[in-house]
């Protein structure tokens, strides 16, 4: 079965870095896009970013770009985002997911296997 499993959390002051980890297993992962999303309490599922199955193309929410990157090493599975500057309002659940469906990169409709997620807090 496909297995997602995020780590890399933890908690940071404002302006500090994080990078999460995703290690996959139980799908091909060279052929995935492979996206980060995060929830905060209350709130809505929202998307961060997402990478081609290569690793040549990435994608950011306004609200990360500049700040977060993306990659992807498919010869371990696993795919990373890197956060700097970190603001209290990056604090949520992080997950990675799988794209299995053809639509938008930035709708989580289009995903599938959903991880537990990894808390990231920061605080200010």
């Known amino acids: 079965q496909v297995q997602l499993v995020e780590s890399g959390g933890g908690l940071v002051q404002a302006g500090g870095s994080l990078r999460l980890s995703c290690a996959a297993s139980?799908?091909?992962?060279?052929?995935?896009?492979m996206g980060w999303f995060r929830q905060a309490p209350g709130k809505q599922r929202e998307f961060v970013a997402v990478?081609?199955?290569?690793?040549?193309?990435?994608f950011y929410a306004d609200s990360v770009k500049g700040r977060f990157t993306i990659s992807r090493d498919n010869a371990k599975n696993t795919v990373y985002l890197q956060m700097n500057s970190l603001k209290p309002e990056d604090t949520a659940v992080y997950y990675c997911?799988?794209?299995?469906?053809?639509?938008?990169?930035?709708?989580?409709?289009?995903?599938?296997?959903w991880g537990q997620g990894t808390q990231v807090t920061v605080s200010s």
């Open positions: 997911v799988p794209k299995v469906r053809p639509g938008n990169n930035d709708d989580p409709k289009v995903y599938n296997y």
């Open positions: 139980g799908l091909t992962f060279r052929t995935y896009y």
């Open positions: 990478i081609s199955s290569g690793g040549a193309g990435t």
